[in-house]
């Protein structure tokens, strides 16, 4: 018997994608009378209401939860949660698109009893505009794609945007924290303190694919960053100190590390624009791979400079 399922899509400003998703989850071979999509409306400003309920009408089978104001993220997933009725909850960002296999994949990947979690591989759309930073991106070896899917992994790489989780973790480790409310952080918060009472049981495996379909280029990117680094990553290490090693507080504040000042010095060369300049120059000039060195040390100054000035504020 499968296990009744609960797919959970945040949506705002969605209206380019959504209708795409929709429809690949229509046509999956998992049992439909055992599937639930929940789709949360985050106060969306363009025609995503519009098309969602177009698709109702069509006769899709989705439930629509709208916000009145945008509320972020971890909002729309908590309301998507508390309106799912799921064994497995699958979340699921609003600019994808997936195989018929994908439900079934996800649920037998549950299976297996050592799994509390897994999250799936992102691949580009085939029209997706390539550039550098998006071969960095989705052809590196990074995040996840670093660990085998027999092997647990560790939270800071267990991320909310194709991933599914029993129920019974949100039971025993609660919501997502709504006060994180600008963009990043939400879902490694989240993890670390599932993590917390799961140490063993977080997973990943590309075979469960979904295609993106959503270009950012490099310079919003790092914009977002450092937006993320000035406002969320404050309050995140207040909640939870433990966290402060995976964004290198080490090298802006003697609170988390006092015996080696060698790291502050290198954090204030990294925060340094001369430092931003020269990686920049190099990123340009030279072709992927090789660039991939200059666009980690680029997000390093955005991360530490965004940090530096939201623990200064």
Known sequence: MFPRVSVIISAYNAENTIEDLI??????????????????????????????????????????YSHEKNQGL?????????NSTGRILIFMDADMIVGVSYLENHVDFHNNRQVIGVVGGIVPAEDLKVDKYQKYLYKSRRGAKRFSPKSSIPYNVFLFNN??????????????????????????????????????????SFSLRATHNHYRDFKSALKNLK????????????????????????????????????????????RMKTFYGINNLFYTILPFP???????????????????QGLSA
Do not use: W
């Open 227 to 270: 937006k993320f680094a000035k406002v969320n990553i404050p309050y995140i290490i207040k909640k939870h100190p433990e966290m402060s090693k995976i964004y290198g507080l080490k090298y802006i504040s003697s609170e988390y590390d006092n015996s080696n000042i060698y790291h502050r010095i290198i954090g204030k060369i990294v």
């Open 290 to 308: 090789f660039s991939n060195v200059f666009v980690r040390a680029m997000m390093a100054h955005k991360l530490f400079r965004g940090i530096k």
């Open 163 to 204: 991933t599914s989780i029993k129920r019974e973790v949100i039971e025993n480790c609660g919501l997502f924290d709504e006060k994180i409310c600008v963009y990043g952080g939400e879902d490694t918060e989240y993890s670390f303190r599932v993590s917390q009472k799961y140490p063993e049981g977080l997973f990943c």
């Open 23 to 64: 429809k690949s989850l229509s046509q999956q071979n998992f049992s439909k009378e055992k599937t639930e999509i929940i789709v949360v409306n985050d106060c969306s400003t363009d025609r995503t209401l519009d098309i969602l309920e177009r698709l109702i009408k069509q006769d899709f089978q989705f439930k629509i």
């Open 74 to 82: 971890s909002a729309a997933r908590n309301t998507g949660i508390k």
